[in-house]
């Protein structure tokens, strides 16, 4: 009989306690001010959704960092302004010197990431995996005091293990060498014992953001290193899309074919910063300073090799989150005649669309190409229901046919260019430590905007019509998906 007078009285608690965390919970999305498709996806979850919406967005809802990995990097805020002084000093370009087009971004970049435009660097474009191994290899033969590098994916096998090789003689002649890996993209290897092998041939090795039930209260699991950056004697530097793995071996059970991807290799006084960055991530996880660093050569002034201008931007939870989606809309809207971009995953904001469908019915020539497959389902999907509003404004929108398009690239009127690890989604704008390299020379853009030429060669032009035409359930399914697109 109690029992039955008192589990009214313990469901409608319930029910009032689920009510009171939902709007305490909408209202924080409200005050935190996000992107509006971001804020009203998270409150139709928190809303409609009883118990699973609190408990998602609390997991998943917001970027926090982490109160140890935040008190980590305010520590070494100071020596991080030191060395961008340093870069300031002996390097910068005022941007007024720079093409007009490129001027805003690069003021931009200076303003917000706090990386000013370095000259007197020499920029090579590899234009494939075999390419690239084969540079890095040599190179890491080459050196003589530190090899840093930082990976969002390392997969054994094949090519790689010729790295790893290379890293084993480095350290044998007395190399330090420093490597860092993400703990979800290359959690393969880990697993297998790629980093107890590493550190048995005598090298330094970190894995970054480190997953666990126990961090989930304080830190959200989902924010990754996407970074891909190396740094050898502080003199030769790469980054780009390429993760450390075999496009012969990498993740051929998903049926998407190879992976197709490009990276620029420098020199000159752009590797500092590239540098300065692998060190500020390394230092946050594991508490190492700078001045360990400077004493075995990993950090220093580097000479001028060439003339190209070379700005590196930073993005992340932790780096100033907006900035990158400023830069990528900063460079549609300063666009006059043409504008290209190449992504694999195409997860647009409602801001993202307008400055491409904008920038197209002003008479800019926008293409966009992106692969006909991922490896991720709901990307696709959500990709696909963003195509008929660019088709419609006179975006040319083409799908790469040969293996997935991983490149992420921009050129801009032939004048500048960004090349990185940025895809155009929410996930990298907002979620994923980034990095892009903004390339004021005309020289590389036009070798850049050669490389996505070769790519629209071995693609297919989706027309606006006969896109509109396909599959009404095909249509219903993707706009669904849509809908999901800020929280992907």
């Known amino acids: 009989m109690l029992a039955t007078v008192i589990a009214p009285w313990i469901a409608g608690l319930l029910l009032v306690f689920d009510w009171l965390v939902r709007l305490l919970l909408s209202v924080r999305v409200i005050m935190r001010r996000r992107p509006v498709g971001v804020s009203l996806s998270w409150l139709g979850v928190i809303l409609l959704f009883p118990v699973a919406g609190a408990v998602l967005y609390l997991i998943l809802g917001e970027a926090r960092i982490g109160k140890l990995r935040r008190v980590r990097f305010d520590y070494i805020r100071d020596a991080i302004t030191a060395h961008l002084a340093r870069l300031y000093d002996h390097g910068r370009i005022d941007p007024g010197t720079l093409h007009e087009s490129a001027q805003a971004i690069a003021r931009h970049g200076e303003a917000v990431y706090g990386f000013p435009v370095l000259g007197g660097n020499s920029i090579e474009l590899l234009q494939d995996s075999d390419a690239v191994f084969d540079r890095l290899i040599a190179d890491i033969d080459a050196a003589q005091h530190t090899v840093h590098m930082l990976f969002y994916i390392w997969w054994p096998g094949g090519r790689v293990d010729e790295v790893v090789a290379a890293v084993g003689r480095a350290c044998a002649r007395g190399v330090v060498c420093r490597l860092a890996f993400d703990a ?131 993005s992340g939870p932790g780096y100033f989150p907006h900035a990158i989606r400023e830069t990528l809309l900063e460079a549609a809207y300063n666009a006059r005649r043409e504008l290209v971009l190449t992504t694999p995953y195409f997860v647009p904001d409602e801001a993202m669309l307008s400055s491409l469908t904008s920038a197209a019915r002003r008479g800019v020539a926008v293409t966009l190409i992106v692969p006909e497959h991922v490896d991720s389902v709901m990307v696709r999907l959500a990709s696909r229901s963003q195509y008929i509003d660019l088709l419609e404004a006179g975006v040319r929108v083409v799908q790469f046919r040969n293996g997935l398009l991983h490149t992420k690239s921009l050129t801009v009127d032939g004048r500048f260019a960004l090349i990185g690890t940025v895809n155009i989604d929410m996930r990298s704008m907002w979620l994923n430590f980034e990095i892009t390299a903004a390339v004021y020379d005309p020289a590389f853009s036009q070798a850049l905007r050669e490389l996505q030429a070769g790519y629209i060669a071995d693609a297919t032009e989706l027309d606006a019509e006969a896109w509109g035409r396909r599959p009404y359930v095909w249509r219903v399914i993707e706009n669904t998906v849509r809908l999901l697109g800020p929280l992907l």
């Open 184 to 314: 979800q993209g290359s959690k393969t290897f880990l697993e297998e014992g790629g980093a107890e092998q590493l550190r048995e041939l005598g090298a330094e090795t970190v894995t970054m953001l480190p997953l666990s039930l126990w961090r989930m209260l304080f830190r959200r699991q989902d924010l990754r290193n996407h970074r891909k950056i190396v740094v050898i004697d502080s003199e030769v530097g790469y980054t780009g899309s390429m993760n450390m793995s075999d496009p012969a071996l990498f993740k051929q059970e998903v049926g998407v074919g190879r992976w197709v991807d490009a990276m620029v290799r420098i020199t000159g006084p752009a590797v500092e910063a590239l540098g300065l960055l692998f060190l500020t991530d390394w230092d946050v996880e594991t508490e190492q300073r700078f001045g360990d660093f400077e004493e075995d050569g990993g950090l220093r002034n580097v000479a001028p090799t060439g003339e190209v201008p070379v700005q590196v931007l930073p």
